[in-house]
Every structure is written in structure tokens, then in C-alpha cells.
């Protein structure tokens, strides 16, 4: 394979994962869930977890640059697009079973199915994860949480793919999973799906939780409108809504981005966005509570492409 011909490298990818699971200058916007992002060179969707590892080691051997995405739920693309290839989760690893406490989904999982089929199981502890619009293998790459809980909490092993193409199971323990991360930001390994340790429950007290929770979503997050979820992680000792809101920045928009007036930690989509107008609006949130409070607010979201 040749660097950045785009050309060669999508016919090399249709001989290894079939031609229509391979497509060239794909809008990103289609499949983030702040709707923005230009074109990726290359997107694949391979078929089966076997044809994604293989497309992920083709990759690594060939020098090209790649992103494994899976929802595309806490990710903001360059208008510019990403000048690499871009590996969905969403055609495979899709796998999702229950066996005696344990429920194993596959990284492309939604968080949502996982929790809908452990209350189905009558399996209670993954109930914080029905709202959170993410896949498994995103989840346990940030350590996803919500309402007091974490990835952590719930999950026992963690199936990867390593730099070397070998597939191993960590338990997590090894994972060095902490607020919003993991060790798979320094290893650059890759989730294949995840075993979760849960509890026997009752079903319906399992529906009534996940119907509250979701319940408290709609009343105080966005969800009328496209976003990545919280924007910014929980400072120490503070929260990024309550500091960006004590700024006077509810409402406030670059473009057409915005800052929720619903829920402050939220940059929403409001009218025709682009990529810049948010990562704008990002930076200018950023330093204006610096400048009130002395507070730096990290991102939560991550960036694809340049910006």
C-alpha cells in the first residue's frame, strides 16, 4: 500500500474486507452525533470482528493513519476531514450474549442494547449505562460513567487486539481504568467487546431505575438537540456546567454552536453548525473560566483532523 493514495489503498481494502464495505471521501457529519465533519479518504465497515482486525493490522503494516470509530458520540471531526482511514465498529463486533451473571458485548455494541439485555436477563448494575449513547468499546476506552457509576464498576475482563494483532483477555484490574480513562490511551490497544459481572435482579425494579435515569435526562440534558454529551470533563472539586453557567456563558454561540441553556456543560448543534464554529466555541468557554475562576476545563470530547 502506498500513504494517502486513496486509490490503491481502497482497492487493496476491497479485495480484503469486499467492495461494499469500503467507501472513499465519506462525510464524517453522517455519522457523528454532532452532525459535523467533512470526509474521511477512506471508510471501512468491516463485516466480521476477523475482517476488522485484519483491516486494523493492514493499517499498522502499511503506515497508514487510522481511526477506530464507533458512535461517534463524543467525537467533534475538522470540517477539513481526516486524512486517513477511518475503521467502523458498527458492521461488526457486534456480538452479545448473557450466561449465568455475565453478559459479554461486542465493542460495537451500543451501551444502551447492553443494558436493555442485561434488564432482560434480570441482571441489575449496567442500568447508569441505558442513556449513554455510545458504543462498549468507546465506553471502556474513556471509562464511561453517569449518576455515580463507571465502567469499572461493571466490568470484569476486556477482550483487545494489541499493536501486534494478538487478541487477549485483561482483566480490569490491569486496565487502569480512572475519571474518563484507561490504559488504552498510552497502549493504542483496541476493545473487541467486554464481559460485564453483574448481579441477579429483579426486572421490573431494573425497568423503574432505567426509566428514572432516562427520565433525568430528558429533563436536564439537551437531547432535543445534536451534541457529544458533556463537554468538558468534572473539574476537581467543581462542575464544568455550574462554572461555564457562573461565567455568563448560558446561550452563548459562536456561529452556529452554542452553549445550552438547558444544561451548560453541553455545546449543542443549534442551527447549521460547523466543525470550526465548535471547537471555537470549546476555546472560548475555556478561557473565559480561566479568566473568572482560574479554572482550566479539559475536554471531554476528542478531535479528529485538524483544527
Known amino acids: 500500500m502506498i500513504l494517502f493514495h486513496k486509490e490503491k489503498n481502497a482497492e487493496y481494502f476491497r479485495q480484503l474486507l469486499g467492495e461494499e464495505n469500503v467507501l472513499i471521501n465519506e462525510r464524517m457529519s ?12 477512506l471508510f471501512l465497515a468491516p463485516a466480521s470482528e476477523e475482517a476488522f482486525c ?7 503494516s502499511g503506515g497508514l493513519p487510522f481511526f477506530v470509530l464507533g458512535n461517534g458520540s463524543n467525537l467533534l471531526v475538522s470540517d477539513a ?5 477511518v475503521i467502523w465498529t458498527g ?4 456480538e452479545l450474549r448473557v450466561n449465568q451473571g455475565q453478559l459479554y458485548a ?24 441505558g442513556g449513554i449513547p455510545g458504543t462498549v468499546g468507546g465506553a471502556v476506552w474513556m471509562n464511561a460513567g453517569a449518576y455515580g457509576s463507571e465502567m469499572k464498576d461493571v466490568l ?68 432535543d438537540l445534536p451534541s457529544a454529551g458533556s463537554t468538558f470533563k468534572r473539574p476537581d472539586g467543581y462542575f464544568a456546567g ?7 456563558l448560558a446561550g452563548f454561540s459562536i456561529g452556529g454552536a452554542r452553549v445550552s441553556e438547558k444544561h451548560c456543560g453541553f455545546i ?37 483532523g485538524e483544527f
Open 91 to 94: 458492521n461488526c463486533c457486534r
Open 156 to 223: 470484569s475482563t476486556v477482550r483487545l487486539l494489541d499493536s501486534n494483532g494478538e487478541i487477549s483477555l485483561c482483566p480490569v484490574r490491569l486496565m487502569e481504568l480512572s475519571y474518563r480513562s484507561s490504559r488504552l490511551k498510552k497502549t493504542g490497544e483496541i476493545v473487541l467487546g467486554a464481559d460485564f459481572s453483574l448481579v441477579e435482579g429483579d426486572r421490573e425494579e431494573i425497568r423503574k431505575k432505567m426509566k428514572l435515569l432516562m427520565q433525568k435526562r430528558q429533563e436536564k440534558q439537551p437531547l
Open 30 to 41: 453522517l455519522h457523528t452525533s454532532f452532525r459535523v465533519g467533512g470526509e474521511a479518504d
Open 81 to 85: 476531514g481526516y486524512r486517513g482511514v
Open 106 to 129: 461486542g465493542a460495537g455494541i451500543s451501551l444502551a442494547k447492553a443494558a436493555q439485555a442485561a434488564k432482560e436477563a434480570s441482571l441489575t448494575g449496567l442500568e447508569f449505562a
Open 268 to 304: 449543542v448543534n443549534a442551527k447549521d453548525a460547523s466543525a470550526q464554529d465548535i471547537y471555537q466555541l470549546i476555546q472560548e468557554v475555556r478561557t473565559r473560566v480561566q479568566e473568572k475562576f482560574g479554572v482550566e476545563l479539559e475536554p471531554e470530547i476528542r478531535f479528529l
Open 242 to 248: 455550574k462554572l461555564i453557567q457562573d461565567s455568563g
Open 54 to 60: 485484519k483491516a486494523v493490522m493492514a493499517c499498522r
